[in-house]
């Protein structure tokens, strides 16, 4: 669905690059998840790749589609929900979305019936100047399923929102990827990735570290732990053991064989343990 | 039919919008200026005082020339007085008419202040009128008219060119420029760009909401105004070409900036050169090359002919060619560079 090989992007046209040397697939039907702090280079590679920014250097293939030579019939084919939320203010929520989807020379879903599903359909001849931040970024949200996309492009589609909402969205992006939309998803939460991506690339600094499925990297990196809670005669223990450290097993065993036990559960590295020790660095 | 699609959204937005009423407004407050205000014909009536010292068959020659003259002359006794009411009137003149021997002599009074431009012209227009009808005088003065077909508007009329150039074909190189950086903060370009839609698509649905605005307060103006003196069939086309020529030029100034802010500076430096050729259009006399290459020029004197009784037809259609093939070059520069930058 997508393929981009030696992409490079400087907003200064300099060696400043904000995007170096991006070389990545996505298949059809993932969900494929962009993830690293911010100023890493995400948006701009999501830019990159909506014809938003003009390609530099490298070749990008998107849909079926060459970018550098972009053909316009390529959006009938593709959404993209940005970061910031922009809609017109002076427009209702079922307005913007009648404007938008006659723009499309495919067939559209309802807007009504889209508003619904993110919780709008109360608000739908409000203007969306008076919406708040939640409601206009679902707006926005929204707006990029009219088309029914086949390739799905999300800029941070939960950050900023309440949890309720957030998992609403979350719901949203795997039935539809269910129903076989691809997805290129960037964020810095690392829950997100790991709840909706089959595949998920680490990137800093404009660079690429890797790309794998988090399931992969928790196997590779993560070290399984167990959290055991247990009684020596009167007194409650707690201790961390490592399923791999020898010392640790035998010791665990030891635990379970006296019937001491109270509460056990296996801990896995979470996905923000596993980009610090590759990239060295936090998210936030 | 996106491109239809595009404007009537544009209209929409933009009727919500107080840049859409800014023009209209405009329009309203000339019409009103212009009728209640302006007179339809500026007074030019000066003064003149008039001291005579003369005698016989010269007086009453002199006299009769007062009498039939449109100015305004008052006789005084004395060379004395003709100076205290000068000194009471600033913008007025004098003159003290006498005699010696078979000579007459004029003596002019004036405030001082005018220029030699003026002097030759009362010297000239004294000389011909009283030198004229007085006995022996050889006649050597000529008066000649230049241009039989020169067709004098009205004071009122004649202030129309100015205002349809700057309010109905320019105004709205602002207020495009105004509705680009909106939708530029709002970042529902970024929306667009992301559709099948092509940039040209969105820039022409902005240029036919100013084509509308032009449209309405040309008319605005032109009909309260001119009423059926106008050449309405040859005005709307100029109109519309001039309009678009201001659109184009709008996008292209605003597609070297990313904020209004940044543009304005631009965009009203733009307006106040090109306002610069309502000085010649006043002054004819005052038309260096730098202001007769302003677009503004040509303009206004196109519209200047929809007023005339006998229009010079050639003159408006040059001009509706002129800005109709200089607002496609614009265009299409302006969408090139919109293309790339648009969106960053
Ligand atoms: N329009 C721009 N002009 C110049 N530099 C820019 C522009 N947009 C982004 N950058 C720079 O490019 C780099 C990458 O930015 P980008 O927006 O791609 O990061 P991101 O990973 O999406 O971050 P975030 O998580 O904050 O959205 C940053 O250093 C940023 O400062
Ligand atoms: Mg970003």
């Known amino acids: 669905m997508i393929k981009v090989e030696g992409l490079y992007h ?3 046209k300099d060696e400043k690059y904000a995007v170096k040397n991006a070389n990545f697939e996505v298949e059809k039907g993932e969900v494929f998840g962009f993830l690293g702090p911010s100023g890493a280079g995400k948006s701009t590679t999501q830019g990159i790749l909506t014809g938003l920014l003009q390609l530099q250097t490298g070749k990008v293939n998107v849909a079926g589609y060459d970018i550098r030579k972009l053909d316009r019939r390529m959006f009938n084919k593709i959404g993209m929900s940005f970061e910031q939320s922009n809609v017109y203010g002076k427009l209702t929520a079922l307005e913007n979305l009648e404007f938008y989807r006659k723009l499309f020379d495919v067939p559209t879903n309802d807007p009504k019936e889209l508003l619904k599903i993110v919780g709008l359909e109360h608000v739908a001849n409000k203007r969306a100047i008076e919406f708040s931040k939640g409601m206009k970024h679902r707006l926005t949200f929204v707006r990029s399923m009219l088309n029914n996309p086949e390739l799905w492009f999300l800029d941070e589609p939960t950050t900023g929102l309440d949890p309720a909402i957030a998992s609403q969205i979350k719901d949203i992006v795997k039935a539809k990827n269910d129903e076989g ?9 690392m829950y997100v990735a790991d709840e909706l991506c089959n595949r998920v690339a680490f990137i800093i600094d404009g ?12 196997l590779q990196y993560g070290e399984k732990l167990v959290e055991v809670e247990y009684r020596v005669s009167d007194t409650l223990k707690k201790e961390k053991l490592s399923l791999i450290d020898e010392k640790d097993r035998l010791h665990l065993n030891e635990i379970i064989n006296t019937g001491q036990v109270e509460l056990m559960h296996t801990k896995e590295a979470t996905l923000e343990e596993i980009f610090i020790k590759v990239t060295g660095r936090g998210l936030e | ?19 859409f009423y800014v023009e209209l407004a405009m329009a309203l407050i000339m019409v009103f200026v212009l009728l209640f205000v302006v007179p339809e014909n500026f007074d030019r009536q000066q003064t003149f005082y008039v001291h005579m010292n003369l005698e016989g068959v010269v007086a009453d020659k002199v006299e009769e020339v007062l009498e039939g003259s449109d100015d305004n002359y008052i006789l005084l006794d004395s060379r004395e007085a003709v100076e205290a009411a000068l000194e009471k009137e600033r913008s007025s003149a004098g003159v003290s008419i006498s005699m010696e021997g078979q000579k007459v002599i004029y003596d002019f009074i004036l405030q001082g202040y005018e220029d030699e431009k003026f002097k030759n012209i009362i010297e000239t227009v004294v000389k011909s009128e009283f030198a004229v009808k007085t006995p022996d005088y050889n006649r050597v003065t000529e008066i000649k008219v230049l241009d039989e077909n020169a067709e004098k508007l009205n004071d009122r009329l004649n202030m129309l060119p100015i205002i349809l150039t700057l309010n109905a074909t320019f105004m709205g190189l602002f207020i495009i420029a105004s509705y680009i950086f909106l939708d530029k903060d709002e970042g529902t370009i970024k929306a667009l760009a992301v559709t099948p839609g092509y940039i040209w698509e969105y820039l ?6 100013i084509m509308v605005t032009g449209l309405a307060s040309g008319f605005i103006v032109l009909i309260p105004l001119a009423g059926a003196k106008a050449h309405y069939i040859h005005f709307i086309p100029l109109l519309i070409m001039t309009n678009l020529f201001g659109s184009a030029l709008g996008l292209f100034i605003a597609s070297f900036f990313d904020t209004m802010a940044k543009a304005m500076g631009w965009l009203y430096g733009t307006i106040i050169t090109l306002g610069f050729a309502s000085i010649s259009y006043y002054m004819p006399a005052f038309s260096p090359l730098v202001i007769r290459l302003l677009p503004s020029y040509p303009m206004l004197f196109a519209y200047r002919e929809i007023l005339l009784d006998k229009p010079d037809l050639s003159l408006v259609y040059m001009n509706v060619g002129l800005f109709g093939v200089l607002s496609v070059i614009l265009f299409l520069f302006a969408n090139g560079r919109y293309k790339k930058t648009l969106t960053v």
Do not use: A
């Not at chain 1, 939309?181 to 939460?189: M, S």
């Not at chain 2, 239809?4 to 919008?17: E, P, Q, T, V």
């Open chain 1, 10 to 12: 400087s907003y200064t």
């Open chain 1, 181 to 189: 939309t691809t997805v290129f998803l960037t964020t810095h939460n």
């Open chain 1, 207 to 218: 660079d690429i570290k890797l790309i794998d499925s988090p399931r992969n990297l928790k």
């Open chain 2, 1 to 19: 039919m996106r491109l239809l699609y595009n404007f009537l959204k544009d209209m929409k937005l933009s009727s919500k919008s107080f840049y």
């Open chain 2, 204 to 209: 022409l649905g902005k240029v036919g909401v």
